[in-house]
């Protein structure tokens, strides 16, 4: 191997790294976490409270940016977008459809101000980072925006999203949280949020689950996260929560995560999972999580729309799992070529009139919402993303949208491109932030932002403004056919946070008329607090005179069935006239078709209940699918004419265990841990004194009985009198199982599952008044500063600290909060006889007081030159003993509810084996074979996180990468240039002009 060290330059470091790799096999998974919901909690209804008012959050608003995907310069599809043409010919084919309202939801200091909102049948719910407001349907405040903490008590973090699941007529309000990690879900009581209440849950993540967007399906309600950058093949970044119980305020709701197997991703991630709308659910299972691969990307061999699929069993959640389901490609002919890639994967982008700093295109995000809806003889869904639509090679300035339709022929049947386009604005400027949906006759809406190009930066088009668009269902594939109309023209630009924007915006379909389109996002005016969330309603659907159709099957229901079951269905009339002597038809497991006459009237837009007089036998299956339609002969849509069901024959007597509540899947147990089961009644008759059992690695069963009634298709948790000893570190396997007289179905009466006894990883919150320690120096190691994740850091694969015996050292810490009166206290502990649990004769400072606040404090220690040499864990600990009870006094693993734990690998040394000396280089730039190129600096002084910046001779950004410092103090990158072109190009880490590097590609 050749080292060039080639114009090393006063400046800082950046790095890239980059490589080919032949697509794997299709992965399945099984989840990778289970929990349930930490709590739930009551919240009484709006009306009539002194409402807390909103405060605006301090330091960074969230961390979308914490790493772009890795961009191999070069490398990609360039030029113009392959489908920019078709979509300028069509533009304007259809005649204008003025909006019918405009109303801003809320102002912001800043930006991004994460613009979320959702239309139900009397309320448009509206939030943003911070507080939430509700208005009529006319646009007028019901409450005005007030701080999320009315929801979540004591947490206003942001990141919201606000949805309306119209299959259960309730709104749902989320945002994220640090203290600990994970999300919150706010669950309306009824549909009115301002007069019903709500039920309010917490969800631990443990990392950050950055940039969460929620989904509706017909067994939970989907989330997806920027989480785990670089490790989402292997760790959790897709959860889903039990929507069923948190609708009842059940505090027994349970959450499952997966990860991406097989995901090509490198760094910002936003992938989106199908959302249902309109009137009838999907059959259970069978749920997708879709992202977009660009060629640009390392290791993505070409363009690709990739689809997972989960299938969540909440009877045994360790057997859900996620796979790798389709993969639609440009070389397959299902797609054509995109470039996403902006800037080199930066995130200023788009340039701003005047001086304003270029604006983010959000790259990396499958914009909200990804919405799914079933039609009589197809499913679809569409979605779309920022794609560069500038013709120049050396410049991508402007964005235009990439959307889909995707469809599927039948529940279970594999998805295909059914349309796809690039939408671009009129007169050359950039449209992006995208929100799409369909309405009940199949036609999409879009709403999107606009901003000028430095070709019209003079027009009052220049700033950012919100715009809309869409196309009919017969019109020409891949193109909006609507001319563009405006819901906002913006007069400023964004001088509250630099290049931020959005992070998203949201258009849904109101549930009274499903043809509506309510579209929020941000825009900007020429004062001080000048970011504004605005809300635009329009509809593109002409008038119909003759359009019914059935939207649900309302019963049977799950039960023991009989031989004379009475059919139910809901109609609707989404025409303009009146409709009367409807023909209406339903059929059993795709039978013969039960024709029957609703006499009627039907006045437009209104539904009404209509039973067969025919019934039907449902005796002989355990599972009848009922599919129900109407048959007008002038209905101008008859794709939105059925509904269809699954309706379960249940047995009298069914009774089994779904879950093993505690002890949880990993944790540090005792020798008397409490077992706690679900025990679920699958059968259609109550039932009483349930014998319940458990064995632990197949040894003797414990049996007991629970006392109480269980009533059909409810569950309640059991705890056993009788715990277990799960001291010793490692796996337990449970299984747990009833054993009912006269149970009709054995199979779900047992399930096996295991746990993980291992090291204590105590949470709590550092974050609301600093408590813990926010700075660590000891010998060879500086940690400094130290932010507030969920109260535990494990830094022992980041730091070895190297330390003598004999020889006196000084630990200095920080704390965010202190006082004289020793409220905040630290205890450390060394575990020298490696068993990993911290004894009370391994505690090296126990209970020292902190007494000033975010001031560097000494403290002196000394090894005795018995301490046992090599590796051992050490432990932190620090936090306010006023109200932890004393912790962390002499408790290295006790529930702390303000401060924080931290690990470290302490390498424990002789005089004569002393440690090594710290060293600093230059920033290095080796040259391999086929233009590949590492770059390396070591410097144990600097920050734990440094970006790298690779330019060309112009001065542009070919790639861009957030790099962490390995545990030695060395930042490494491996950089592809093999897709680059020749010449002379320059790499920097950091903001700092003392190095720069420079290199050739030949």
């Given at each position: 191997?050749?080292?060039?060290?080639?114009?090393?330059?006063?400046f800082?470091?950046f790095v890239?790294?980059?490589?080919?790799?032949?697509?794997?096999?299709?992965?399945?998974?099984?989840?990778?976490?289970?929990?349930?919901a930490?709590?739930?909690?009551d919240?009484?209804p709006?009306?009539?409270?002194d409402?807390i008012?909103?405060k605006?959050?301090?330091?960074?608003?969230?961390p979308?940016r914490?790493?772009?995907?890795?961009i191999?310069?070069?490398?990609?599809s360039k030029?113009?977008?392959?489908?920019?043409k078709?979509?300028?010919?069509?533009q304007g084919?259809?005649?204008?459809k003025?909006i019918s309202?405009?109303?801003e939801?809320n102002?912001?200091?800043?930006?991004?101000?994460d613009p979320?909102?959702?239309?139900?049948?009397?309320h448009?719910?509206?939030a943003?980072n911070f507080e939430?407001?509700i208005?009529d349907?006319a646009?007028?405040?019901?409450?005005a925006?007030?701080?999320?903490e009315?929801?979540f008590?004591?947490?206003?973090?942001?990141?919201?999203?606000v949805?309306y699941?119209?299959?259960a007529?309730?709104?749902?309000?989320t945002?994220f949280s640090?203290?600990?990690?994970?999300?919150?879900?706010a669950v309306?009581?009824?549909?009115?949020p301002?007069?019903?209440?709500w039920?309010?849950?917490r969800?631990?993540?443990?990392?950050?689950?950055d940039?969460?967007?929620?989904?509706?399906?017909?067994?939970?309600y989907?989330?997806?996260?920027?989480?785990?950058?670089?490790?989402?093949?292997?760790?959790?970044?897709?959860?889903?929560?039990?929507r069923?119980?948190?609708l009842?305020?059940?505090?027994?709701?349970k959450m499952?995560?997966?990860?991406?197997?097989?995901a090509r991703i490198g760094?910002?991630?936003?992938?989106?999972?199908f959302?249902a709308?309109?009137?009838?659910?999907?059959p259970?299972?069978d749920a997708r999580?879709?992202?977009?691969?660009?060629?640009?990307?390392?290791?993505?061999?070409?363009?690709?729309?990739?689809l997972w699929t989960i299938?969540?069993?909440?009877?045994n959640?360790a057997?859900s799992?996620i796979?790798?389901?389709?993969e639609?490609?440009?070389?397959?002919?299902?797609?054509s070529?995109?470039?996403?890639?902006?800037?080199?994967?930066?995130?200023g982008?788009l340039p701003?009139?005047g001086s304003g700093?270029?604006?983010?295109v959000?790259q990396?995000?499958v914009?909200?919402a990804t919405?799914y809806r079933r039609?009589?003889?197809?499913?679809?869904?569409v979605l779309n993303?920022?794609?560069?639509?500038?013709?120049?090679?050396?410049?991508?300035?402007?964005?235009?949208?990439?959307?889909y339709?995707?469809?599927q022929?039948?529940?279970?049947?594999?998805w295909?491109v059914?349309q796809?386009?690039?939408?671009?604005s009129?007169?050359?400027k950039?449209?992006?932030c995208?929100s799409m949906?369909m309405d009940?006759?199949g036609?999409?809406g879009?709403g999107?932002s606009?901003?000028g190009?430095?070709?019209n930066?003079?027009?009052?088009?220049?700033?950012?403004?919100i715009?809309?668009?869409?196309?009919?269902?017969d019109d020409?594939?891949?193109?909006?056919?609507?001319?563009?109309e405006t819901?906002?023209?913006?007069?400023?630009i964004?001088n509250t946070?630099?290049n931020?924007?959005?992070d998203?915006?949201q258009?849904?379909?109101?549930?009274v008329?499903?043809?509506?389109?309510?579209?929020?996002?941000?825009y900007?005016q020429d004062?001080?607090?000048?970011?504004?969330?605005?809300v635009?309603v329009?509809?593109?659907?002409?008038?119909?005179?003759s359009?019914?159709g059935?939207?649900r099957?309302e019963?049977p229901?799950?039960?023991?069935l009989?031989?004379?079951e009475?059919i139910?269905?809901?109609?609707?009339?989404f025409g303009?006239?009146?409709?009367t002597d409807?023909p209406?038809?339903?059929?059993?497991?795709?039978?013969?078709p039960?024709?029957?006459?609703?006499?009627g009237?039907?006045?437009p837009?209104?539904?009404a209940?209509?039973?067969?007089a025919?019934?039907?036998?449902?005796?002989?299956?355990?599972?009848?699918n009922i599919?129900?339609?109407?048959?007008?002969?002038?209905?101008?849509t008859?794709e939105?004419?059925?509904?269809?069901?699954?309706v379960k024959?249940?047995?009298?007597?069914?009774?089994?265990?779904?879950?093993?509540i505690?002890?949880l899947t990993?944790?540090q147990?005792?020798?008397?841990?409490?077992?706690?089961?679900t025990?679920?009644?699958?059968g259609?008759s109550?039932?009483s004194n349930?014998?319940?059992s458990?064995?632990i690695?197949?040894?003797?069963?414990?049996?007991?009985?629970?006392?109480?009634?269980?009533?059909?298709?409810?569950?309640v948790?059991y705890?056993?009198?009788?715990?277990?000893?799960?001291?010793?570190?490692?796996?337990y396997s449970?299984?747990?199982?009833?054993?009912?007289?006269?149970?009709?179905?054995?199979t779900?009466?047992?399930?096996?599952?295991?746990?993980?006894?291992?090291l204590c990883?105590?949470?709590?919150?550092?974050?609301q008044f600093?408590?813990?320690?926010?700075?660590?120096?000891?010998?060879?190691?500086?940690?400094?500063?130290i932010?507030c994740?969920?109260?535990y850091?494990d830094?022992t694969?980041?730091?070895?600290i190297?330390?003598?015996?004999?020889?006196?050292?000084?630990?200095?810490v920080?704390?965010?909060?202190?006082?004289d009166?020793?409220?905040e206290?630290?205890?450390?502990?060394?575990?020298?006889?490696d068993?990993?649990?911290?004894?009370?004769?391994e505690?090296?400072?126990?209970?020292v007081i902190?007494?000033?606040?975010?001031?560097?404090?000494g403290?002196n220690?000394?090894?005795?030159?018995?301490?046992a040499p090599?590796n051992?864990l050490?432990?932190?600990?620090?936090?306010?003993?006023?109200t932890?009870?004393?912790?962390?006094?002499?408790?290295?693993?006790?529930?702390?509810?303000f401060?924080?734990t931290?690990d470290?690998?302490?390498?424990i040394?002789?005089?004569?084996?002393g440690p090594?000396?710290?060293?600093?280089t230059?920033l290095?730039?080796?040259s391999?074979?086929?233009?590949?190129?590492?770059i390396?600096?070591?410097?144990t002084?600097?920050?734990?996180e440094?970006?790298?910046?690779?330019f060309?001779?112009?001065?542009?950004?070919?790639a861009?990468?957030?790099?962490?410092?390995?545990?030695?103090?060395?930042?490494?990158y491996?950089?592809?240039?093999s897709?680059?072109?020749?010449?002379i190009?320059?790499?920097?880490l950091?903001?700092?002009?003392?190095?720069?590097?420079?290199?050739?590609?030949r």
């Open positions: 191997m050749l080292l060039k060290k080639i114009l090393v330059f006063v800082t470091c890239t790294i980059g490589f080919s790799q032949k697509s794997p096999k299709k992965e399945i998974k099984k989840a990778t976490y289970i929990s349930k930490v709590y739930v909690k919240i009484s709006l009306k009539g409270k409402l008012k909103g605006p959050r301090k330091g960074n608003i969230n979308r914490t790493d772009g995907n890795k191999v310069p070069g490398k990609g030029g113009p977008d392959p489908l920019v078709r979509q300028k010919s069509s084919l259809r005649v204008s003025a309202l405009t109303f939801a102002t912001s200091t800043f930006s991004p101000s979320t909102g959702a239309v139900g049948p009397n448009y719910v509206s943003k939430f407001a208005h349907r646009g007028v405040e019901v409450m925006s007030v701080s999320l009315n929801l008590p004591g947490e206003s973090l942001g990141d919201p999203i949805f699941d119209s299959f007529d309730r709104f749902v309000v945002q640090n203290t600990p990690n994970g999300f919150l879900v309306c009581k009824g549909s009115d301002v007069n019903d209440g039920f309010t849950y969800f631990n993540t443990g990392s950050f689950p940039y969460t967007k929620f989904s509706i399906w017909s067994d939970g989907y989330v997806t996260a920027n989480k785990d950058q670089n490790s989402l093949q292997n760790d959790e970044v897709v959860f889903v929560i039990e069923d119980k948190m009842k305020g059940d505090e027994n709701a499952v995560g997966f990860p991406l197997p097989g760094g910002f991630y936003s992938p989106a999972s959302n709308i309109g009137n009838t659910l999907p259970d299972g999580i879709i992202y977009y691969q660009d060629d640009a990307w390392q290791g993505v061999t070409e363009d690709a729309l990739k299938n969540v069993d909440w009877v959640l057997e799992t796979a790798e389901s389709e639609l490609t440009v070389s397959g002919g299902d797609i070529a995109f470039d996403t890639t902006f800037d080199g994967g930066s995130f982008n701003q009139p700093q270029d604006i983010d959000l990396g995000a914009m909200y919405n039609f009589c003889d197809y499913n679809a869904v993303f920022a794609v560069d639509i500038d013709d120049r090679q050396d410049s991508d300035n402007v964005s235009g949208i990439r959307w339709e995707l469809r022929n039948g529940d279970g049947q594999p295909t059914y796809e386009g690039t939408y671009t009129t007169d050359g950039s449209a992006w995208g949906a009940i006759f036609n999409i879009m999107y606009t901003i190009t430095t070709a930066l003079a027009t009052e088009d220049s700033f950012v403004s715009r809309y668009t869409g196309r009919l269902v020409p594939l891949g193109t909006m056919t609507f001319p563009e819901i906002a023209i913006g007069t400023g964004n946070n630099q931020r924007y959005g998203y915006a258009l849904t379909v109101d549930p008329d499903d043809q509506t389109f309510w579209h929020i996002a941000e900007f004062i001080d607090d000048n970011a504004r969330n605005v635009g329009f509809k593109i659907a002409p008038d119909v005179a359009d019914v059935v939207i099957v019963n229901v799950d039960a023991v009989t031989t004379e009475t139910t269905v809901t109609i609707k009339n303009s006239s009146v409709q409807i209406v038809s339903y059929s059993i497991n795709g039978g013969a039960v024709n029957e006459l609703f006499a009237p039907l006045n837009g209104k539904t209940s209509f039973s067969f025919a019934t039907a036998d449902l005796t002989a299956e355990r599972t009848y599919t129900a339609e109407t048959n007008t002969t002038t209905d101008i008859p939105n004419d059925c509904a269809t069901t699954d024959n249940l047995f009298a007597n069914d009774v089994g265990v779904t879950a093993l505690s002890p990993e944790g147990f005792s020798s008397e841990e409490e077992i706690i089961i025990i679920f009644n699958y259609g109550a039932q349930i014998p319940v458990y064995s690695n197949g040894g003797e069963t414990i049996s007991e009985v629970f006392t109480g009634t269980l009533a059909s298709l409810e569950s948790s705890t056993f009198t009788q715990g277990a000893d799960l001291l010793q570190f490692g796996e449970f299984e747990i199982g009833t054993v009912l007289s006269g149970d009709e179905d054995a779900n009466n047992n399930i096996t599952t295991t746990v993980v006894n291992a990883a105590p949470t709590s919150d550092c974050a600093g408590d813990g320690i926010t700075s660590f120096k000891l010998a060879n190691v500086t940690n400094s500063p932010g994740n969920t109260g850091e830094f694969g980041d730091f070895t190297e330390l003598e015996q004999s020889i006196e050292y000084t630990l200095t920080q704390s965010g909060f202190a006082d009166n020793g409220a206290r630290f205890s450390v502990w060394i575990d020298f006889n068993n990993n649990t911290f004894e009370a004769s505690i090296i400072f126990d209970n902190i007494s000033e606040i975010d001031t560097d404090l403290f220690f000394t090894l005795d030159d018995e301490a090599g051992h050490f432990r932190i600990r620090a936090g306010d003993t006023n932890n009870s004393g912790a962390p006094l002499s408790d290295p693993c006790g529930s702390m509810q401060g924080s931290h470290y690998t302490v390498n040394v002789n005089e004569s084996t090594d000396p710290d060293t600093t230059e290095i730039v080796v391999e074979p086929e233009n590949q190129f590492v390396t600096k070591t410097d002084n600097a920050a734990d440094e970006r790298i910046y690779v060309n001779i112009s001065g542009q950004i070919v861009s990468n957030l790099l962490k410092k390995d545990g030695n103090g060395t930042f490494t491996e950089l592809d240039m897709y680059a072109k020749s010449g190009y320059f790499v920097r950091g903001s700092s002009k003392r190095n720069i590097a420079g290199f050739a590609v």
